[in-house]
């Protein structure tokens, strides 16, 4: 069964860092596009970014360039969101999926097996 599991929340003050890791189990993340979302408070769930282990290639929301960074661990078969400088408009619960396709996408439908999210605070 493929699953997805986040973590690393928290609650920092502003410009403070955290470093979210996404689990997955009964698949290899090698051969599988992953992505990283937030929701907010009666927001939609927003693309932030997408990693491809094969194509060796990422892609970032233009907000989040330079703040944020995505990466893989093969060995421990693992996704991390490295955050830098947060902001308190980065409050949000951050959830991983595996891509339906083999390219990224920035389009939330082209996600599934939706893992529980991990609620980031970042107070001023």
């Known amino acids: 069964e493929v699953q997805l599991q986040a973590s690393g929340g928290g609650l920092v003050h502003a410009g403070g860092s955290l470093r979210l890791s996404c689990a997955a189990s009964g698949f290899a993340i090698d051969v599988y596009v992953i992505g990283w979302f937030r929701q907010a408070p009666g927001k939609e769930r927003e693309w932030l970014s997408c990693i491809s282990s094969s194509a060796g290639s990422e892609y970032y929301l233009d907000s989040i360039k330079g703040r944020f960074t995505i990466s893989s661990d093969s060995a421990e078969n693992t996704v991390y969101l490295q955050m830098d400088s947060l902001e308190p408009e980065d409050t949000a619960v951050y959830f991983c999926?595996?891509?339906?396709?083999?390219?990224?996408?920035?389009?939330?439908?082209?996600?599934?097996?939706w893992g529980q999210g991990t609620q980031v605070t970042v107070s001023s």
């Open positions: 999926a595996v891509g339906r396709y083999t390219g990224c996408s920035s389009f939330v439908a082209d996600f599934s097996s």
